[in-house]
DNA sequence: CAGACCATTCTGGTATACCGAACTATTACA
DNA sequence: TGTAATAGTTCGGTATACCAGAATGGTCTG
């Protein structure tokens, strides 16, 4: 959906005329780049806007009601974390969705798993009382993401709550530019695993297990153990993703998709 | 120096009125905002801006000649890359340059080994004759590094040369997204590293034998080994640093710096 | 009917004016 | 003299108009 669709509820609709922040955002204290920041962001992980798919400022303009120069900070955004990706020589720049290849899920696996490493070692080498409460607490969210996944909770929840996991012992840490780090990778192997659905449903059970190991790596102060640990977890998902990418294809081209025609008067 | 400093030459000294690109930037394909993003990333890792100052986008504008819209987008990857920070709440907010303290530093310090760590058991896992061509490269690399700090090299060319290795190496066998990630992470240590010179100079011959350890097991193909040797390097590196830290002092506190004070007619 | 030409349009980059929040220093008033 | 009101100023955020390169599709010419 190329992002000017007309059926989607445009969320300020008119809203020209110097609004300045905008209500919602301004009570928050949250500014209209990062409002639509979030907004292409979520489009992006939940595949509303393809890989490969075409992402015009002036489209996102049109569909959101505000002017460029927000849009673009965010489109920019986006861009340096690898979301977006600009194709086409200087003077004929387009972005499109960043696609999802093989390759490029491998990598994005193989660093964020490396991060969660470096996280996990790091959570292992806290203090006992510590470390301790927060293997508790990794414990009980294993608990509620393994009951989850025997109840078949929808999609959305079941990465929700892998996802708390994995953040809770990377923020209890780690410092800031790790935890930054990771934020920002966070979506784009969403992203993948998203897509390719079906190994993250196969392997519930597996993950479970290695979420288990490393609660006990951490519990026990094994920084060398939770490191793997965390690897692995990685590992296999991204051994198990490489599978279903070869059999269902990569999604998105970096091949110029052409441009939306002009329409000429005549 | 508040960036407004008008002894330093002016690129361009009053280019206003479309231009449009440049023209030293149009011939190579670069535009303003990446010329600016340079020029402000080599200010700020040599200290001419240094560690807490502000950064003021009109101050940028009227320093470089560009408009505010090139300026805020260099400053907007600046601030996402760490090397700029904006502080205050919402509807005051100012930009500063990033502090160093010694937290910081040793967590830069401690992802980056981490980092290059995986980027070098990549490059360990390498095919044999690719492997043993790039560690015969590594250890010339490594051998000009050496003389260079025999000779008592400037500053600026030890700098280069060791990063010219690990560049080498991250290189090789890593992902974009890994030598992106290593790219946008360097400038960062790079600035401890400049801030604190005696460290480096010490450690010169300890940082010559660590690269060769790491040369020798991508020779070996050894990639555990490959990894521990890179991150042994940045470890080293960050426990002196840590040292001097505390020894000279943080540079640039987080506190908010009195603004330009408001200067009236009458 | 083929190929060169050209107008129209898209697209991202740039310049600039305005806004509102907040800070500072002066001024007004007690 | 002390304190509060106030006007000038700073500063990032926003809207918008213009630019130039390039692709597209129709038109014109041989």
């Known amino acids: 959906m ?3 669709a007309p059926g989607r509820a445009k969320p300020r609709p008119h809203a020209k005329k110097r609004l300045s922040p905008d209500a919602r955002a301004a009570a928050v204290g949250i500014d209209n780049v990062t409002t639509v920041y979030y907004e292409l962001l979520a489009s992006i992980i939940s595949g509303q806007l393809p890989p490969g798919s075409r992402v015009a400022e002036r489209a996102v303009v049109a569909h959101t009601g505000l002017s460029r120069t927000p849009v673009r900070s ?6 340096q974390e690898g979301l977006v990706a600009s194709v086409g020589r200087a003077g004929d720049q387009r972005l499109i969705v960043t696609p999802l290849t093989g390759d490029d899920g491998r990598e994005v696996f193989l660093v964020e798993g490396h991060l969660e490493g ?8 806290l203090p006992a ?4 409460q927060l293997a508790r607490r990794l414990r009980e969210l294993n608990r509620e993401f393994s009951a989850a996944a025997r109840a ?3 999609q959305a929840r079941l990465f929700a709550l892998d996802f708390r996991f994995h953040e809770t012992f990377v923020e209890a840490a780690s410092g800031p530019r790790l935890v930054a780090l990771h934020r920002s990778l966070r979506p784009q192997s969403e992203r993948y695993a998203r897509l390719y659905v079906s190994v993250l449903l196969d392997q519930l059970p597996t993950s479970v297990k290695e979420h288990n190991a ?3 790596a951490i519990d026990k102060g094994n920084s060398a153990a939770a490191q793997r640990a965390a690897e692995k977890n990685w590992q296999s998902a991204a051994g198990r993703l ?3 990418i070869v059999a ?7 091949y110029l998709q052409p441009r939306t025609p002009a329409r000429h008067k005549s």
Chains 1, 2 share one sequence.
Do not use: N
């Open 152 to 154: 078949k909770a929808p």
């Open 2 to 4: 190329p992002a000017s």
């Open 74 to 79: 965010a489109l920019h955004r986006l861009q």
């Open 214 to 216: 490393i609660a006990a």
């Open 118 to 125: 470096l996280a996990a070692s790091e959570a292992a080498a």
């Open 242 to 244: 490489a599978k279903v």
């Open 248 to 254: 269902q294809g990569e999604r998105g081209g970096w």
């Open 129 to 132: 009382d510590q470390r301790k």
